[in-house]
């Protein structure tokens, strides 16, 4: 028989206690892997936070109490004061100590001070009953700020307490409002998730519906307009501390006025903004001339320049004072301190209720006006104390004349007539009586102070206030400053420029003399016409008029079109680019009131040829330019070639003065064309005006001489249906002085779509030339 096989004996089973540590080895590896991302987090904390972290730990070491300052001022030239801060101080406090929260908080403190040793052992119930017997002793003490405010601030009790219950009841109202829509939304998420309304789920609805309002992390003002002196005596009280007496016989100090914030809201003050200017009309035109003055109310005297302020600080302005910070190392060691050796703090930070530049003078020179703030740091552990007394905001003086600015201004306003649309005006465009928008420049010709500067329609303050948006849609603009920003034609007051540059780049001899045929090209008499070569004028001819071929003295007197034609021709584009960046052409002021347009030839990749330069040769064409470059030139040929840069700030440097390089004969020669326009009784094209009436001399201010040179520039412009349609801007450029003496000033005016430059804009400048005597410059 075969053996029978030998049983195996089972594999014996694995002890229970194995199972045992296998789960625990596993928990183990969980909580070692917890553990591991909690350290992780915790050295990924300690290298990128410690730092911050200990500066937050520093910060609570300090108490940081604000002064205010004031924005400094801007004055004209002669001193006055274009704007300034008018003070108003209201008294705040704190919203926790309205609520009661903060004499809670202290007889907390003080309670866990009391009972240090055994504080840990206290019962909930039993802490809470110590904190209520010392609860009066700060609520006592709060209740007897109530009193001392309103004695110091001259008003009520009551009302002091009737703005608190006001306040809570506000706050109280939105917190509700906010909570109950947060609840909600909550709980309509909730339900979308498919949660089931238990306890548990209501109760983390309320959780996320909770919120901490700003408003309860503010202060809140009871007292409003408190006089200065008030004002300056409570924000010393700020600091002032006061000792109550514990039960435990100690003494715990506290503010005299707890949670006391007195706010500074400063209103910005134009006190030129509004005024009122008597015209004289007796030397006007002829047909509106009267001996009756006119009163014409203005506002927003000189708001192009100065600019505005608007309350409150936006993104933009933080970021760009963090920049002025990082670029100008006086303005960052005059602004940051770091007393006791807290963090470096900015005085001139913003707070939210703080004035800010939004236009002009006071946006460019937004880190010189602004002030900074006094700051009193106290360190808590030790009671030291360092202040650090605010700086007021430095003034800005400028060039401007407040009272010619308001003169010209008010003679541009429509209502006085030398600003709207005329019969003599030759203006077959627009109707008559349109208002004509535009722009005025004077400049003293020794130092390059801008006088004036006026661009209309000017600027609304209130109206921008209140509705900012439609001063923004306004079809004519009233924001852009057409003095510096607006790009125009020259047109024929180009025409002296292009003789200076002729003959100093070889182009052109003086005395040389250029036939006017009335046209350009031979057997083309559709194109490149002299202005006289019109029906209206019989088809004439400066040959004709002035029975011989004119010269460069002669052709510039009569504005002969087919003399610079020529000229424009022979010097071609790179020659007259060079002659107008001569003249400033290209440049920016850098005046800070906005966008300025530096003036161009051509376009960006535009090829210009022989005919460009024929039109530039009369101020046509690709070329354009501002009221400003017109009158800084004819500046430059008053002084024979020197350039001295417009300047409209007084800040104590000298002024950027350059050469021109231009021929000084061929400016002496321009000036005398100039002379012959605004003086020739026969041919002098601005010398006067013909009514049906008579002649009638359009420059008739006593014991002053006048020389200039007018333009009419064609644009092409788009009517309300899209089409193109040809108006004329006006344009009259002329240096002014004292009889038999210089020119002392250069004086601008451009009217847009104004028709004949002789013919509007040389009344207008007229008055001007008045408007200087009157001021005593003249």
Same mark, same amino acid.
């Given at each position: 028989?075969?053996?029978?096989?030998?049983?195996?004996?089972?594999?014996?089973?694995?002890?229970?206690?194995?199972?045992?540590?296998?789960?625990?080895?596993?928990?183990?590896?969980?909580?070692?892997? &917890?553990?591991?991302?909690?350290?992780?987090?915790?050295?990924?904390?300690?290298?990128?936070?410690?730092?911050?972290?200990?500066?937050?730990?520093?910060?609570?070491?300090?108490?940081?109490?604000?002064?205010?300052?004031?924005?400094?001022?801007?004055?004209?030239?002669?001193?006055?004061?274009?704007?300034? #801060?008018?003070?108003?101080?209201?008294?705040?406090?704190?919203?926790?100590?309205?609520?009661?929260?903060?004499?809670?908080?202290?007889?907390?403190?003080? %309670?866990?001070?009391?009972?240090?040793?055994?504080?840990?052992?206290?019962?909930?119930?039993?802490?809470?009953?110590?904190?209520?017997?010392?609860?009066?002793?700060?609520?006592?003490?709060?209740?007897?700020?109530?009193?001392?405010?309103? #004695?110091?601030?001259?008003?009520?009790?009551?009302?002091?307490?009737?703005?608190?219950?006001?306040?809570?009841?506000?706050?109280?109202?939105?917190?509700?409002?906010?909570?109950?829509?947060?609840?909600?939304?909550?709980?309509?998420?909730?339900?979308?998730?498919?949660?089931?309304?238990?306890? @548990?789920?209501?109760?983390?609805?309320?959780?996320? %519906?909770?919120?901490?309002?700003?408003? @309860?992390?503010?202060?809140?003002?009871?007292?409003?307009?408190?006089?200065?002196?008030?004002?300056?005596?409570?924000?010393?009280?700020?600091?002032?501390?006061?000792?109550?007496?514990?039960?435990?016989?100690?003494?715990?100090?506290?503010?005299?006025?707890?949670?006391?914030?007195?706010?500074?809201?400063?209103?910005?003050?134009?006190?030129?903004?509004?005024?009122?200017?008597? +015209?004289?009309?007796?030397?006007?035109?002829?047909?509106?001339?009267?001996?009756?003055p006119l009163t014409v109310p203005l506002t927003g005297v000189a708001a192009h320049t100065m600019?505005?302020?608007?309350?409150?600080?936006?993104?933009?302005?933080?970021?760009?004072?963090?920049?002025?910070?990082?670029?100008?190392?006086?303005?960052?060691?005059?602004?940051?301190?770091? %007393?006791?050796?807290?963090?470096?703090?900015?005085?001139?930070?913003?707070?939210? %209720?703080?004035?800010?530049?939004?236009?002009?003078?006071?946006?460019?020179?937004?880190?010189?006006?602004?002030?900074?703030?006094?700051?009193?740091?106290?360190?808590?552990?030790?009671?030291?104390?360092?202040?650090?007394?605010?700086? $007021?905001?430095?003034?800005?003086?400028?060039?401007?004349?407040?009272?010619?600015? =308001?003169?010209?201004?008010?003679?541009?306003?429509?209502?006085?007539?030398?600003?709207? +649309?005329?019969?003599?005006?030759?203006?077959?465009?627009?109707?008559?009586?349109?208002?004509?928008?535009?722009?005025?420049?004077?400049?003293?010709?020794?130092?390059?102070?801008?006088?004036?500067? $006026?661009?209309?329609?000017?600027?609304?303050?209130?109206?921008?206030?209140?509705?900012?948006?439609? $001063?923004?849609?306004?079809?004519?603009?009233?924001?852009?400053?057409?003095?510096?920003?607006?790009?125009?034609?020259?047109?024929?007051?180009?025409?002296?420029?292009?003789?200076?540059?002729?003959?100093?780049?070889?182009?052109?001899?003086?005395?040389?003399?250029?036939?006017?045929?009335?046209?350009?090209?031979?057997?083309?008499?559709?194109?490149?016409?002299?202005?006289?070569?019109?029906?209206?004028? &019989?088809?004439?001819?400066?040959?004709?008029?002035?029975?011989?071929?004119?010269?460069?003295?002669?052709?510039?007197?009569v504005s002969c079109n087919i003399f610079f034609y020529t000229l424009g021709r022979r010097m071609?584009?790179?020659?007259?680019?060079?002659?107008?960046? =001569?003249?400033?052409?290209?440049?920016?002021?850098?005046?800070?009131?906005?966008?300025?347009?530096?003036?161009?030839?051509?376009?960006?990749?535009?090829?210009?040829?022989?005919?460009?330069?024929?039109?530039?040769?009369?101020?046509?064409?690709?070329?354009?330019?501002?009221?400003?470059?017109?009158?800084?030139?004819?500046?430059?040929?008053?002084?024979?070639?020197?350039?001295?840069?417009?300047?409209?700030?007084?800040?104590?440097?000298?002024?950027?003065?350059?050469?021109?390089?231009?021929?000084?004969?061929?400016?002496?020669?321009?000036?005398?064309?100039?002379?012959?326009?605004?003086?020739?009784?026969?041919?002098?094209? =601005?010398?006067?005006?013909?009514?049906?009436?008579?002649?009638?001399?359009?420059?008739?201010?006593?014991?002053?001489?006048?020389?200039?040179?007018?333009?009419?520039?064609?644009?092409?412009?788009?009517?309300?249906?899209?089409?193109?349609?040809?108006?004329?801007?006006?344009?009259?450029?002329?240096?002014?002085?004292?009889?038999?003496?210089?020119?002392?000033?250069?004086?601008?005016?451009?009217? @847009?779509?104004?028709?004949?430059?002789?013919?509007?804009?040389?009344?207008?400048?007229?008055?001007?030339?008045?408007?200087?005597?009157?001021?005593?410059?003249?």
């Amino acid at each position: 028989m075969p053996r029978p096989k030998r049983k195996q004996p089972d594999p014996p089973k694995a002890p229970r206690v194995s199972m045992f540590f296998r789960r625990l080895l596993l928990i183990a590896l969980a909580l070692s892997v &917890g553990a591991g991302v909690l350290l992780a987090k915790s050295v990924r904390m300690g290298t990128t936070n410690h730092e911050q972290s200990l500066a937050e730990a520093r910060d609570r070491l300090y108490r940081v109490t604000w002064t205010p300052s004031v924005r400094g001022r801007i004055l004209d030239r002669k001193g006055r004061v274009l704007a300034r #801060d008018r003070a108003s101080y209201s008294v705040g406090v704190e919203f926790g100590v309205l609520t009661g929260d903060w004499a809670r908080k202290q007889a907390r403190a003080s %309670a866990r001070a009391m009972h240090r040793d055994a504080w840990g052992l206290l019962s909930p119930a039993e802490r809470d009953r110590l904190i209520a017997k010392l609860l009066p002793m700060f609520e006592d003490h709060v209740e007897r700020q109530w009193s001392a405010l309103a #004695d110091r601030t001259g008003t009520t009790e009551e009302a002091i307490r009737e703005r608190a219950g006001r306040t809570l009841d506000r706050v109280d109202r939105l917190r509700g409002s906010i909570e109950a829509r947060r609840r909600r939304n909550a709980m309509i998420d909730a339900v979308a998730r498919g949660r089931q309304q238990t306890t @548990e789920m209501l109760a983390e609805v309320d959780q996320r %519906a909770e919120v901490e309002l700003l408003e @309860e992390r503010q202060s809140h003002v009871l007292v409003e307009e408190v006089p200065d002196e008030v004002a300056f005596e409570l924000i010393r009280l700020t600091a002032a501390r006061t000792l109550l007496l514990r039960p435990d016989g100690e003494y715990v100090e506290v503010p005299t006025f707890p949670g006391l914030d007195i706010q500074r809201s400063a209103d910005r003050i134009y006190p030129f903004d509004q005024m009122t200017v008597e +015209v004289d009309r007796s030397a006007y035109p002829l047909p509106i001339r009267t001996d009756e003055p006119l009163t014409v109310p203005l506002t927003g005297v000189a708001a192009h320049t100065m600019g505005w302020v608007r309350p409150g600080a936006h993104s933009e302005d933080l970021e760009r004072r963090a920049a002025a910070l990082e670029s100008d190392s006086r303005l960052r060691e005059a602004s940051m301190t770091r %007393a006791l050796g807290a963090r470096e703090i900015d005085r001139g930070r913003y707070r939210p %209720a703080d004035s800010v530049g939004r236009g002009g003078i006071e946006y460019a020179h937004e880190n010189v006006l602004r002030g900074l703030r006094g700051v009193s740091i106290e360190r808590l552990d030790t009671g030291l104390r360092e202040t650090v007394m605010p700086d $007021v905001g430095r003034d800005v003086q400028l060039t401007l004349d407040i009272m010619l600015q =308001a003169r010209v201004r008010a003679l541009m306003e429509p209502g006085t007539g030398l600003a709207t +649309v005329q019969p003599w005006h030759n203006n077959d465009g627009l109707k008559l009586g349109t208002p004509l928008q535009g722009a005025a420049v004077v400049i003293d010709v020794a130092t390059g102070d801008v006088l004036a500067m $006026v661009s209309t329609p000017s600027i609304d303050r209130v109206a921008l206030t209140q509705d900012p948006q439609a $001063v923004l849609d306004d079809p004519d603009r009233p924001l852009f400053n057409r003095a510096t920003g607006a790009a125009y034609a020259p047109g024929s007051i180009a025409k002296a420029l292009v003789l200076c540059g002729a003959v100093t780049y070889g182009n052109y001899k003086l005395g040389e003399r250029i036939s006017c045929q009335g046209h350009l090209i031979p057997g083309r008499n559709d194109i490149y016409r002299c202005w006289i070569y019109r029906d209206r004028f &019989g088809f004439a001819t400066h040959d004709a008029v002035l029975g011989e071929e004119p010269n460069d003295v002669q052709a510039l007197g009569v504005s002969c079109n087919i003399f610079f034609y020529t000229l424009g021709r022979r010097m071609g584009v790179e020659t007259l680019d060079k002659t107008y960046r =001569a003249f400033g052409l290209g440049d920016r002021f850098g005046f800070g009131v906005g966008f300025e347009h530096d003036g161009r030839i051509g376009a960006p990749g535009m090829n210009l040829g022989t005919s460009d330069a024929i039109l530039m040769g009369i101020g046509q064409g690709p070329v354009d330019w501002t009221p400003m470059h017109a009158a800084s030139a004819y500046s430059t040929l008053a002084r024979l070639g020197v350039r001295i840069k417009p300047r409209l700030i007084v800040d104590g440097s000298p002024p950027e003065v350059s050469d021109a390089g231009i021929d000084r004969l061929a400016i002496t020669h321009a000036l005398q064309g100039l002379e012959r326009v605004t003086n020739d009784e026969q041919h002098g094209t =601005a010398y006067a005006i013909r009514f049906p009436s008579g002649r009638d001399p359009i420059f008739n201010t006593p014991g002053t001489k006048v020389l200039g040179k007018t333009g009419t520039a064609t644009v092409e412009l788009r009517d309300d249906a899209g089409n193109a349609i040809e108006r004329d801007h006006a344009w009259m450029v002329a240096l002014a002085g004292p009889e038999n003496s210089v020119p002392t000033h250069a004086i601008c005016v451009l009217l @847009e779509q104004g028709g004949s430059g002789g013919r509007a804009a040389g009344g207008l400048l007229n008055q001007i030339v008045r408007a200087l005597r009157i001021e005593g410059y003249l």
